[in-house]
């Protein structure tokens, strides 16, 4: 049978293999290329490229905003870092709500079904959070920078960007950083949230200016 063929050619069955697990080897196959097409028409589709583009358009202008604050608007320095602080935070999860664009219909069965917090992947609003979920999904989801594009044989060619950039685990911890300064400090505890967050909240501004 050609499925025989298929199954091998991917390694599922052997020429020794039984008829239970060539049926276990022809679902997984199934399922695996079920998963791809899924992701391919997420990938195509105008609706999510054109929700993926908002995001990051509106991304860029929030972190322009961000940028202004940092150096100063309101001349007051608690409520200027305050101020860039919230503008990155929303930064960082537009950043995140772009990268459900390409794996929309598997996200959102992840999520109906996931085994803590199930729920309407329209409601969700952690930036942390969702990159994980889609890290399950897909190990390469999180969004990498490309450097400008060069002409090559084949058409246009957009090579990864080689330089520093905002990774993953550099997003995780500013995540965290911006919910600390987020709050107002409370005046019978710690009050240097401000002064020891200022180093890695402007070093994050830089970082994020590459997207």
Not at 30 to 55: G, N, P, T, W
Not at 110 to 128: H, I, S, V, Y
Not at 150 to 171: D, I, M, Q
Request: hydrophobic share 35%.
């Amino acid at each position: 049978m050609d499925e025989f063929k298929i199954l091998r050619s991917h390694k599922l069955i052997t020429n020794h293999s039984s008829p239970g697990l060539y049926s276990a080897g022809l679902n997984s196959l199934l399922d695996k290329q079920r998963k791809q097409r899924m992701l391919m028409q997420d990938a195509q589709s105008q609706k999510a490229l054109s929700i993926y583009v908002e995001c990051m358009e509106e991304a860029k202008h929030r972190l322009a905003a961000a940028e202004r604050y940092a150096a100063g608007a309101t001349t007051q320095p608690r409520l200027d870092t305050e101020s860039a602080c919230l503008q990155l935070r929303k930064t960082l999860e537009l950043v995140a709500y772009a990268a459900i664009a390409p794996h929309k219909s598997k996200y959102e069965q992840w999520r109906t079904a996931a085994p803590k917090k199930p729920g309407d992947f329209r409601k969700n609003f952690n930036g942390r959070e969702i990159l994980a979920s889609l890290t399950a999904i897909n190990p390469y989801s999180y969004p990498r920078p490309l450097a400008p594009r060069v002409k090559t044989t084949n058409g246009w060619h957009y090579p990864p960007f080689r330089g520093e950039y905002l990774s993953k685990k550099r997003y995780e911890r500013v995540c965290d950083k911006c919910s600390v300064l987020l709050h107002a400090d409370n005046p019978w505890g710690n009050k240097n949230s401000i002064r020891n967050s200022s180093a890695i909240f402007l070093d994050t501004l830089r970082l994020s200016a590459l997207y």
